[in-house]
């Protein structure tokens, strides 16, 4: 423990000196280099791409162009240079982003402590002619010191300085290390202003949600605005919560700002504020628990009504309401505000925008509960894709006095570390040819240059010439040795891939509300690069230029990692901003790994997404009314996917929604029902589904028939308890480590990651005599491929496999397509319509 510390300490003792000689010998340069920013809200976590905002002063006598250069390990033993020009002008401190992948680290402090060098070189004719300035920096020494951000934790940003009850999400116990009710802690970098935000898509995509509380948008630039937006679209949940003392969004009173596009329309929604709502008529939605300090206390409240059938937005949540026993159908009483919405969400791209007329930060203050209003798990679980129960640290510290808690070490399930990807994309065959090849020539040689060679001369009496023998005898082989070499090193590029690709095929009727959806991929592969030298790997086609589409090309190493390193003599190779799907890597005769995130059109040779294909036979989700609500689900599915999808599972979202959670004071005070998924689901799984068959999914999800809500077969909840918890709970002896040498094994994992918020969160609530096992689910990678909130609205989800296939992501190697093969996890999204008649969920 002594040497950890000692070694902590000279490493951040280093780190200062360097930075401080770097400093020094700024004083003599032309240009001053400042770290303000690393990371969004300055939070970071490494394996993942990092925004750092630098400041540039220069004492130049004219504006002048210059190329700002950030040199860090890329995490395959080279240097990866990353760039960007703009023009300096003179006496002016202008503010640049970059933006790099750090390759992961497992020891915080090695992580805020790396040093890394920024150089600024001026440019003329598109050529660097001299270096202006440079400076050594590590995290620790940006104007606000970064925090590193657990590679297993989340991480949500807050614009403004709201709290708006979320410390549910990020807080452990006292004298835990985690929070007991939850797979995963979560970061929240707060205080974010929105001048601080980085200008490209990449530098928010650490973060899981961005929250908008209490900060205007009209102070963001356009750059700001459009990597937002461009986020958004590529996965991002984006939260507004508008402030109870004006409209800076401009919804009552249309108003011009960087982000307007993203809002509702006033001719689409009218937005009715009313400024004393009293706060008992919305607790029910804010907290399990109905008591309030102040039982009179009221607030501003903005309600959401459509006005027009062709928004993209919806109603999303709502105050509860009565229902009439005969048909479920929602019953508001006149008069009152029962049933109506205060928040509206849409899907952009592949995320979501949700907007919340609740000023809840303001709320928060009041301090009208134990712990403050709203609770995150009975509201925020639905607005962030979350399902477990947040506790206040007064509920833990009494349930751990009672010896409620279940106190016995989790089953921790890291889905695989790197591992999960590495096995996948290894190009094992090709080492393993070379390593046999050599041990090969390595025997003979031994054999004939010694042993062998000595007999044969001795038993021709020609033992004089040995040493001659000797000589011949390498050369030749080491004649072998270059051939082997050359025949191994001058094999084809080709490609060894995992890629996980998303379609969403909105209804005929929805389809005009929204923008032309394209496919998302997260892709990691490794690629084998022949000979040496300068080679240039891509993933932009043609189509995806045209369009602006900023899709990105990484190096990938694999969590958790450890000390970043390079070769002696590491090539360094050039990251322009400009470029983020091209990379220029060098070539050593090897297999390389890298990660793409990639938006575009599936290309048409390579075969057809999941979708409806009889215009006769669409989607149709039927709400069948009753004092027993039923739901049913038809319609026929095909695709056209090069070779027949295994393993194919199917949920149905439905528009019914579990019901509010109510303090259970006979059961230590916890939630009843406790973390329940957001609304109700199905779920069903086909062994094969071959290319070209048509599906019904009234056969698969409803066999049947229309089914109730505490139907208990095929449930989705009880479906992921019993797929993704329950065989680890079992195997408290961990006989299921082999997991990822099957291929059930691997697809579980995959599972995993598509639906980790909504999976089983762990048991908390000791129940004696036979205590549950605690199953606590990580995750290092794969936070872009979660589509937990997707299960916040009703929709069809569709994921299989395929299996040595071609990758659908266009993958260039010196401009020209490449083989490859590895599995595909090929995911399909069918959003279908809210029933607004059960929306509302049902009051007391």
């Known amino acids: 423990m002594f040497g950890t510390t000692m070694d902590q300490s000279l490493a951040l003792a280093l780190a200062a000196l360097s930075v401080c000689l770097s400093a020094s010998a700024q004083a003599t340069e032309e240009v001053a280099i400042t770290l303000e920013h690393f990371g969004v809200g300055d939070h970071f976590r490494t394996g993942e791409t990092v925004g750092a905002r630098f400041a540039i002063k220069g004492q130049l006598d004219e504006p002048t162009e210059v190329e700002l250069a950030w040199e860090l390990p890329d995490g395959s033993g080279d240097v990866a240079v990353v760039t960007r020009r703009f023009v300096l002008d003179p006496g002016q401190s202008t503010g640049v982003w970059l933006y790099a992948r750090i390759p992961p680290q497992q020891n915080p402090s090695s992580a805020i402590n790396e040093?890394?060098?920024?150089?600024?070189?001026?440019?003329?004719?598109?050529?660097?002619?001299?270096?202006?300035?440079?400076?050594?920096?590590?995290?620790?020494?940006?104007?606000?010191?970064?925090?590193?951000?657990?590679?297993?934790?989340?991480?949500?940003?807050?614009?403004?300085?709201?709290?708006?009850?979320?410390?549910?999400?990020?807080?452990?116990?006292?004298?835990?290390?985690?929070?007991?009710?939850?797979?995963?802690?979560?970061?929240?970098?707060?205080r974010v202003r929105p001048a601080d935000l980085p200008d490209r898509w990449e530098g928010l995509s650490a973060c899981s949600v961005v929250i908008w509380s209490d900060e205007s948008p009209q102070a963001m630039t356009g750059d700001s605005a459009d990597a937002l937006r461009e986020w958004i679209r590529r996965g991002g949940v984006f939260v507004v919560v508008l402030p109870e003392a004006?409209?800076?969004?401009?919804?009552?009173?249309?108003?011009?700002?960087?982000?307007?596009?993203?809002?509702?329309?006033?001719?689409?929604?009218?937005?009715?504020?009313?400024?004393?709502?009293?706060?008992?008529?919305?607790?029910?939605?804010?907290?399990?628990?109905?008591?309030?300090?102040?039982?009179?206390?009221?607030?501003?409240?903005?309600?959401?009504?459509?006005?027009?059938?062709?928004?993209?937005?919806?109603?999303?949540l709502f105050l509860s309401t009565t229902r009439v026993q005969s048909t479920g159908f929602a019953s508001p009483r006149a008069d009152s505000n029962e049933g109506r919405a205060i928040g509206v969400t849409r899907v952009f791209g592949h995320g979501r925008i949700t907007i919340i007329g609740l000023d809840v930060d303001a709320l928060h203050r009041r301090a009208l509960q134990e712990g403050g209003?709203?609770?995150?798990?009975?509201?925020?679980?639905?607005?962030?894709?979350?399902?477990?129960?947040?506790?206040?640290?007064?509920?833990?510290?009494?349930?751990?006095?009672?010896?409620?808690?279940?106190?016995?070490?989790?089953?921790?399930?890291?889905?695989?570390?790197?591992?999960?990807?590495?096995?996948?994309?290894?190009?094992?065959?090709?080492?393993?040819?070379?390593?046999?090849?050599?041990?090969?020539?390595?025997?003979?040689?031994?054999?004939?240059?010694?042993?062998?060679?000595?007999?044969?001369?001795?038993?021709?009496?020609?033992?004089?010439?040995?040493?001659?023998?000797?000589?011949?005898t390498s050369v030749v082989f080491g004649s072998g040795v270059w051939m082997v070499g050359t025949l191994l090193s001058s094999s084809q590029a080709r490609v060894q891939h995992l890629t996980v690709v998303d379609s969403i095929s909105w209804p005929a009727a929805q389809e005009s509300k929204h923008e032309p959806a394209r496919a998302r991929a997260t892709c990691w592969f490794s690629a084998f690069l022949p000979g040496y030298g300068k080679t240039t790997l891509s993933i932009d086609d043609e189509a995806s230029t045209l369009r602006g589409t900023r899709?990105?090309?990484?190096?990938?190493?694999?969590?958790?990692?450890?000390?970043?390193?390079?070769?002696?003599?590491?090539?360094?190779t050039s990251v322009p901003l400009e470029t983020p799907g091209t990379l220029h890597v060098a070539a050593r005769a090897t297999a390389a790994s890298f990660e793409a995130q990639w938006m575009g059109s599936v290309p048409?040779?390579?075969?057809?997404?999941?979708?409806?294909?009889?215009?006769?036979?669409?989607?149709?989700?039927?709400?069948?009314?009753?004092?027993?609500?039923?739901?049913?689900?038809?319609?026929?599915?095909?695709?056209?996917?090069?070779?027949?999808?295994?393993?194919?599972?199917?949920?149905?979202?439905?528009?019914?929604?579990?019901?509010?959670?109510?303090?259970?004071?006979?059961?230590?005070?916890?939630?009843?029902?406790?973390?329940?998924?957001?609304?109700?689901?199905?779920?069903?799984?086909?062994?094969?589904?071959?290319?070209?068959?048509?599906?019904?999914?009234?056969?698969?999800?409803?066999?049947?028939?229309?089914?109730?809500?505490?139907?208990?077969?095929?449930?989705?909840?009880?479906?992921?308890?019993?797929?993704?918890?329950?065989?680890?709970?079992?195997?408290?002896?961990?006989?299921?480590?082999?997991?990822?040498?099957?291929?059930?094994?691997?697809?579980?994992?995959?599972?995993?990651?598509?639906?980790?918020?909504?999976?089983?969160?762990?048991?908390?609530?000791?129940?004696?005599?036979?205590?549950?096992?605690?199953?606590?689910?990580?995750?290092?990678?794969?936070?872009?491929?979660?589509?937990?909130?997707?299960?916040?609205?009703?929709?069809?989800?569709v994921f299989g496999y395929l299996d040595q296939s071609e990758c659908p992501v266009p993958i260039r190697i010196d401009g020209e397509a490449v083989p490859s093969d590895g599995l595909v996890v090929v995911r399909a999204m069918f959003p279908l319509p809210l029933d607004e008649r059960f929306a509302a969920p049902t009051s007391d």
Not at 129 to 142: C, D, I, K, N, W
Not at 279 to 304: C, H, Q
Not at 390 to 407: K, M, V
Not at 551 to 572: K, Y
């Open 373 to 472: 209003l709203p609770r995150g798990d009975l509201f925020w679980n639905r607005v962030l894709a979350r399902r477990a129960d947040t506790l206040t640290p007064a509920r833990f510290s009494a349930l751990s006095t009672e010896e409620r808690i279940i106190d016995s070490t989790p089953v921790f399930v890291d889905l695989g570390r790197g591992d999960l990807v590495s096995n996948l994309i290894g190009m094992r065959g090709q080492a393993a040819l070379g390593i046999l090849a050599a041990f090969l020539l390595f025997v003979a040689y031994w054999l004939v240059a010694g042993p062998g060679g000595f007999a044969v001369l001795k038993w021709r009496g020609a033992q004089r010439h040995s040493w001659l023998a000797f000589v011949a």
């Open 604 to 797: 048409r040779a390579w075969g057809g997404m999941p979708a409806t294909i009889d215009p006769k036979r669409p989607l149709v989700q039927s709400v069948i009314p009753g004092s027993t609500i039923r739901v049913t689900l038809s319609g026929l599915l095909q695709h056209s996917l090069p070779a027949t999808l295994r393993d194919v599972r199917f949920i149905h979202i439905t528009p019914i929604r579990s019901p509010l959670a109510k303090v259970d004071p006979a059961n230590g005070g916890i939630n009843d029902p406790s973390d329940a998924l957001p609304n109700v689901g199905r779920f069903g799984i086909l062994s094969e589904w071959p290319a070209g068959q048509s599906i019904e999914m009234r056969d698969v999800l409803y066999p049947s028939g229309a089914q109730s809500a505490d139907q208990q077969v095929g449930d989705l909840a009880n479906a992921i308890r019993a797929r993704y918890e329950v065989p680890f709970a079992s195997d408290v002896l961990g006989l299921r480590l082999d997991m990822l040498q099957t291929s059930d094994g691997k697809f579980t994992y995959l599972d995993m990651l598509t639906m980790f918020n909504m999976l089983q969160p762990p048991a908390y609530l000791a129940t004696p005599p036979d205590n549950e096992v605690a199953v606590r689910v990580q995750r290092m990678l794969g936070r872009s491929i979660d589509l937990s909130h997707w299960f916040t609205s009703p929709c069809l989800i």
């Open 115 to 190: 040093v890394y060098t920024v150089r600024v070189w001026e440019i003329k004719q598109g050529e660097r002619v001299g270096e202006l300035g440079s400076s050594r920096f590590s995290p620790a020494t940006a104007t606000t010191p970064a925090t590193v951000v657990d590679q297993t934790d989340d991480l949500f940003a807050v614009i403004g300085s709201g709290r708006m009850g979320l410390d549910g999400f990020e807080n452990p116990p006292p004298g835990a290390s985690f929070i007991p009710t939850m797979n995963a802690t979560t970061r929240i970098a707060r």
């Open 246 to 316: 004006a409209d800076p969004w401009g919804l009552a009173n249309p108003a011009l700002h960087p982000l307007s596009s993203l809002m509702p329309s006033k001719s689409e929604w009218h937005c009715d504020r009313i400024d004393a709502v009293p706060i008992r008529e919305l607790v029910s939605v804010l907290s399990p628990s109905p008591r309030l300090l102040n039982p009179t206390a009221t607030m501003p409240v903005t309600f959401f009504a459509s006005q027009s059938a062709i928004s993209a937005f919806e109603p999303f």
């Open 551 to 572: 899709n990105r090309l990484t190096s990938w190493s694999p969590p958790p990692g450890g000390p970043s390193g390079t070769f002696p003599n590491p090539a360094h």
